[in-house]
C-alpha cells in the first residue's frame, strides 16, 4: 500500500465499483464519435504545437516544433575541414541504427552476400525494441486472415496506410514469427504447441505473439547475439551525423562520431539501411515519453538534409498507458497486454469511461478529455494527474496468478515502490510512444534517394495515422529484413561515384538563403541533455577557441 | 500537496551532492550535472545498460541494481560501470543439437561454479542465477531457459563471478537452443505459410488494396470481433 492516503480513497471507489464492472462491457465508439473525440482531445490536433517545414523535401508539410527545429537545423560538420580520400570503412551494406530493425537488415544483408557494418549511437540492442511488452502480430490462427489483419491496421490508421505496405506487413508477419522462432525466439505456446495468443487495441482477433511481457526484450537479445555469432561488423557509441552522397545524388556512405572522443569515422558504402528508431526523446509538448535514451530522431534529419521525402510526419503516437505514479517510472510504458488481460480504464469515481481496446489514439484522447475536461482524473504529488488502470480484473476474470504469469515486468517495476498491482490498480496517463511517419518508402524499403533504404520506426507510410499495437515489432522485422536484402542486391550492381558532403553544403545554403541557419539548433540531436545545466564562465573572447569539443559538435 | 522537497545526501565518486528525495540512481546522476553517455539505455529497466554496484557511507557492503530503477537512498555512494568484457561462445545455432552436453562443450568453463551465490545475490531481476547455473552443469536447457527468461542481460552477474563465469551468456544459449529445437511446433503457423507461399491467401489482399476509402470503411465497421477473453 504505498499510494498516499488521498489517492486510497480513489482506489476505495474502484475496489467498490469492481464487481458491478466485472460484467460491465462499454460499447467501441462508431467513426463519427471518435473523430470529435480525437480533434478536441489528441494532442496532435492541439493549435500551435505544429509548424509547416520552411526547407527541404516536404517544404510546407506540418510536424510538430521540436521535429521542424531539428529537421531545418545546422549540419554539425563543415564540409570544407573534412577529408573524405581517407576512408576507414568500405563497405556493400551500412546499416545505421543497432535495434530490431537495424540488426534484422543487418542479418538479411549479410545473408545476400554483402559485406556489412553496423554503427550505433548506444550500445548494439539500445533501441525501443526491448522495451516493447506486448507482442508481435501474425494472422496465423484458423479464424483470422492476412485480409483481417489488414483491415484492422488500415482502420486503425485512419485508412491513410499505404496499400502495398500494408500489404508486404501482414504477408511476411507469418514467416517473420517462424524465422525468429528458427533462431531461438520462445514464444508462448499452449501445451499442444499452439501460439498463445491474445487481443489488442484495434485488432479483431487474438493476434498478438508474445513472451511474457518482455517479448521485445526476447527478439532483440537473440537478434544480437545472431549478430554476434555471425560474424557481423558493429561499432557502438558511433552515431551517424551525416550521410555522403555522389554526383548523381546516390547515398554512399556516412560519417559516424564517436560520441566520446569526437573523432569522425568515414564509412563508404554502396547502400545504406537507416534504423534509427523514433523520437521520444524530443518531448513533444512537454510529454514524458517510453522510449530509450537514442529516441532523437537522428535519422530523420540525415535522410532528409540528404532529399529524402517523409510521410505522416504531422502524426504522433501518445500510448494511452504511460506510468503516471510514482515518479521514478513516470512516463514509462504500461504495457497494453494489461487491458488486453481484461483491466479496464476507470476514473477517479471508480467508472469506466472508454472501451480499453479501441486504437491507441481514442484511448489516450478519452483519458486527456477524462482529465481535462471532465475533472475526474487523480492528481499525485508531482502533480501529474491520471486515471486508474483496474489490474487487479484480470486474476478476476482469467484466474489467481496471471498476472504474475503474464506480467512479470510489470510486476517488478511497481512491485519496487511497494504497489502490487495483481492487487492495486496502476495510475496512467498518455506518454509520447512513437512515431507513425517517418520516411517514405517502398514495400522493398527504398527511399526516394537511391542507395539509401529505410527500416523501422524511421520510416513512415505502413501504420498510417496511427499504428496498431504488435505492428511496430512487426514492421521492423518485416522492413528490416526487406530492406537488407534490396540493399544487398542494390549493391551489387551500384556504382556509387566520389563520396561528397555537396547535399550538405547545398543545405547550408538554403538555410542561410532563408536566414534559418541562425535561428535553428544543431541536428541531428544524438542525446537529450537531462544534466543540470553547468553555467559556462567563459569571457566571450574566448568562447569559440576553448570551447570543449564535445561542445562544439552538441 | 503542498510539502516542501526532502533532500538526500548522496556521495558520487566520492563527492557529496544533495538530491531530491525521489530521484532514480541515473536522474539524481544528471541532477549532479553528470551527462551520461555510456550506462544508459532505455531507461525503463529493460536494457541492462545501467548495471550499477553502489554501498553506503558507513557500510561498505556492495549492492547492485540498474541505475534507471533504484531510488536514491541516503548515504548511497555511486559509481558507474560502463562497460565490463564478457566472454562470449560463437556458435551456430542451426548445426548444433539441442542436448545437455552442448552447454558444456561451448561454455566448458561452467564446473569451475563453486557455490557461491554472488550472481544470485548480484542479479537486479532476483533471478535465481546459481540455480540455473547448476541446471547448466545437468544439461537441463528447459529449466534453465524457464529461470533466466527475465534476464535483461546487464552482465552484473559476470561482472561479480569470483570465477569468471558468464551466466547470462550461458542462459542465452539455453533459451536459443530451447526455442529453436524443444519448444513444441505450432502447427497452424506452419500451415499458414505453406498457404502464403502457394498464393492461397493474395486474393482477399488484393481486393483490399484496390478498394477505395468508402469501402474499406465499410468493411471494417462491419467486421466480426473476436472477444479478447
Not at chain 1, 499510494?3 to 464487481?19: C, D, L, Q
Not at chain 1, 525494441?129 to 490462427?141: C, Y
Not at chain 1, 501504420?463 to 549493391?491: C, E, K, M, P, Y
Amino acid at each position: 500500500m504505498m499510494y498516499p492516503h488521498y489517492i486510497e480513497e480513489s482506489v476505495r471507489k474502484v475496489e467498490a465499483t469492481r464487481e458491478r464492472r466485472l460484467k460491465e462491457t462499454l460499447p467501441r465508439l462508431s467513426a463519427d464519435a471518435k473523430t470529435p473525440l480525437l480533434q478536441r482531445f489528441h494532442p496532435d490536433y492541439v493549435a500551435g504545437k505544429m509548424r509547416p517545414l520552411a526547407v527541404g523535401p516536404n517544404k510546407g508539410d506540418s510536424t510538430p516544433n521540436e521535429i521542424a527545429d531539428l529537421l531545418e537545423g545546422n549540419s554539425r560538420i563543415d564540409p570544407d575541414k573534412i577529408d573524405l580520400s581517407k576512408v576507414d570503412y568500405d563497405v556493400d551494406v551500412l546499416v545505421i541504427g543497432g535495434g530490431g530493425a537495424g540488426a534484422s537488415a543487418a542479418l538479411l544483408a549479410q545473408e545476400n552476400g554483402a559485406n556489412v557494418l553496423l554503427a550505433t549511437k548506444l550500445r548494439l540492442g539500445d533501441c525501443n525494441t526491448v522495451g516493447a511488452q506486448a507482442g508481435t502480430q501474425a494472422a496465423d490462427r484458423s479464424n483470422d486472415s492476412l485480409a483481417i489483419h489488414y483491415l484492422d491496421t488500415v482502420g486503425g490508421g485512419h485508412f491513410a496506410n499505404i496499400p502495398e505496405l500494408v500489404e508486404a506487413l501482414v504477408k511476411d508477419a507469418p514467416s517473420v514469427i517462424k524465422w525468429l522462432e528458427t533462431l531461438g525466439v520462445n514464444w508462448d505456446k499452449n501445451p499442444d504447441g499452439s501460439m498463445h495468443e491474445l487481443s489488442g487495441g484495434g485488432a479483431s482477433r487474438l493476434r498478438l505473439h508474445s513472451a511474457k511481457d518482455y517479448t521485445g526484450l526476447e527478439e532483440m537479445r537473440v537478434l544480437r547475439d545472431e549478430l554476434r555469432n555471425r560474424n557481423i561488423s558493429y561499432v557502438e557509441f558511433s552515431a551517424a551525423i551525416e550521410l555522403l552522397t555522389d554526383d548523381k545524388g546516390q547515398v554512399c556512405g556516412a560519417v559516424l562520431a564517436n560520441l566520446e572522443t569526437n573523432e569522425l569515422t568515414i564509412v563508404r558504402a554502396k547502400a545504406v539501411v537507416m534504423a534509427t528508431g523514433g523520437m521520444g526523446r524530443l518531448h513533444i509538448q512537454g510529454f514524458p515519453t517510453t522510449n530509450h535514451y537514442g529516441a532523437t530522431a537522428d535519422g530523420l534529419v540525415l535522410a532528409y538534409r540528404a532529399g529524402a521525402r517523409l510521410i505522416f510526419m504531422d502524426t504522433m503516437q501518445y500510448h494511452p498507458t504511460g506510468a503516471a505514479y510514482p515518479m521514478q517510472i513516470l512516463g514509462q510504458l504500461v504495457t497494453e497486454k494489461v487491458r488486453t488481460l481484461g483491466a479496464q480504464l476507470v476514473n477517479a469515481d471508480g467508472v469506466q469511461f472508454v472501451m480499453p481496446l479501441e486504437p491507441r489514439d481514442v484511448v489516450a484522447a478519452a483519458i486527456i478529455r477524462e482529465c481535462s475536461e471532465r475533472h475526474k482524473g487523480i492528481d499525485t504529488p508531482t502533480g501529474q494527474v491520471g486515471v486508474w488502470l483496474d489490474s487487479p480484473m484480470i486474476d478476476l476474470i482469467r484466474g489467481s496468478g496471471t498476472v504474475a504469469r503474464e506480467l512479470p515486468a510489470m510486476v517488478r517495476q511497481f512491485g519496487r515502490y511497494g504497489i502490487d498491482i495483481a492487487k492495486e490498480p496502476m495510475l496512467i496517463y498518455p506518454t509520447l510512444h512513437y512515431q507513425n511517419g517517418g520516411i517514405k518508402i517502398n514495400a522493398d524499403g527504398a527511399t526516394t534517394i537511391p542507395g539509401l533504404f529505410a527500416a523501422g520506426e524511421c520510416e513512415g507510410g505502413v501504420h498510417g495515422r496511427n499504428r496498431l499495437i504488435g505492428n511496430s515489432t512487426l514492421d521492423i522485422f518485416v522492413f528490416g529484413r526487406r530492406a537488407g536484402r534490396a540493399a544487398a542486391q542494390w549493391s551489387k550492381q551500384a556504382k556509387p561515384g566520389t563520396p561528397t558532403l555537396n547535399h550538405v553544403r547545398r543545405w547550408q545554403k538554403s538555410l542561410n538563403d532563408s536566414g534559418l541557419a541562425h535561428q535553428r539548433p544543431i541536428s541531428p540531436m544524438l542525446l537529450p541533455d537531462y544534466a543540470k545545466a553547468i553555467p559556462d564562465y567563459l569571457p566571450s573572447y574566448t568562447r569559440e577557441s576553448l570551447k570543449p569539443s564535445w561542445m562544439k559538435l552538441a | 500537496m503542498a510539502e516542501s522537497i526532502r533532500m538526500v545526501d548522496i556521495y558520487v565518486m566520492g563527492k557529496h551532492y544533495a538530491v531530491p528525495e525521489g530521484l532514480t540512481i541515473l536522474t539524481a546522476l544528471e541532477y549532479c550535472g553528470y551527462r551520461i553517455i555510456r550506462g544508459c539505455g532505455c531507461r525503463a529497466g529493460f536494457c541492462g545498460a545501467c548495471a550499477t554496484i553502489y554501498n553506503f557511507k558507513n557500510d561498505p557492503l556492495l549492492r547492485y541494481d540498474l541505475a534507471c530503477q533504484k531510488t536514491v537512498e541516503q548515504d548511497m555512494f555511486l559509481t558507474q560501470i560502463p562497460f565490463f568484457p564478457a566472454v562470449k561462445a560463437q556458435y551456430d545455432l542451426q548445426q548444433i543439437k539441442a542436448a545437455g552436453e552442448q552447454i558444456l562443450a561451448l561454455y566448458p568453463d561452467i564446473v569451475k561454479c563453486f557455490g557461491c551465490n554472488t550472481c544470485t545475490k548480484t542479479c537486479p531481476q532476483e533471478l535465481e542465477v546459481m540455480w540455473y547455473m547448476s541446471d547448466a552443469l545437468r544439461g537441463d536447457i528447459r529449466e534453465v531457459s524457464r529461470k533466466s527468461f527475465d534476464c535483461v542481460m546487464c552482465g552484473l552477474c559476470a561482472a561479480r563471478c569470483p570465477q569468471g563465469l558468464v551466466p547470462y551468456n550461458v542462459a542465452l544459449l539455453c533459451r536459443r537452443l530451447y526455442g529453436r529445437y524443444l519448444a513444441p511446433l505450432s502447427n497452424h503457423l506452419e500451415e499458414r505459410i505453406a498457404d502464403i507461399e502457394a498464393g492461397k491467401c493474395n486474393g482477399d489482399v488484393e481486393r483490399l488494396k484496390k478498394a477505395d476509402e468508402r469501402e474499406l470503411r465499410r468493411l471494417y465497421a462491419e467486421r466480426d470481433i473476436e472477444p479478447a477473453f
